[in-house]
């Protein structure tokens, strides 16, 4: 079992920052893939980004590219996400999820443990 816990979300302006983590506790944190989904009202969960898990590659989706940045630190059991130039159609609610293996996916279903999300609110 992984029991992750999201924090860092809130409201900021458009074109601010927020800097999103990811708390893991339970089995080796290092033996996961982590990703960050989104999901805003009325609209099906999405893919943000995804770390391997050592850190050394990433992956964002087109609509984040550039914006955002994800990384880790295995000693403390975290993942990250920067979150920069944010825009209003940035507003969701932000989960972490991780996945056992040596693959990584965008694809929700694939991920074996989900945080509770955080509330990002992106204000024009």
């Known amino acids: 079992q992984v029991q992750l816990v999201e924090s860092g979300g809130g409201l900021v302006q458009a074109g601010g920052s927020l800097r999103l983590s990811c708390a893991a506790s339970?089995?080796?944190?290092?033996?996961?893939?982590m990703a960050w989904f989104r999901q805003a009202p009325g609209k099906e969960r999405e893919f943000v980004a995804v770390?391997?898990?050592?850190?050394?590659?990433?992956y964002y989706a087109h609509s984040v590219k550039g914006r955002f940045t994800s990384s880790r630190d295995n000693a403390k059991d975290t993942v990250y996400l920067q979150m920069n130039s944010l825009k209003p159609e940035d507003t969701a609610v932000y989960y972490c999820?991780?996945?056992?293996?040596?693959?990584?996916?965008?694809?929700?279903?694939?991920?074996?443990?989900w945080g509770q999300g955080t509330q990002v609110t992106v204000s024009s």
């Open positions: 999820a991780a996945k056992s293996g040596y693959s990584v996916t965008t694809t929700p279903n694939e991920y074996d443990y």
């Open positions: 770390i391997s898990r050592s850190g050394g590659n990433t």
């Open positions: 339970g089995r080796t944190f290092s033996s996961y893939g």
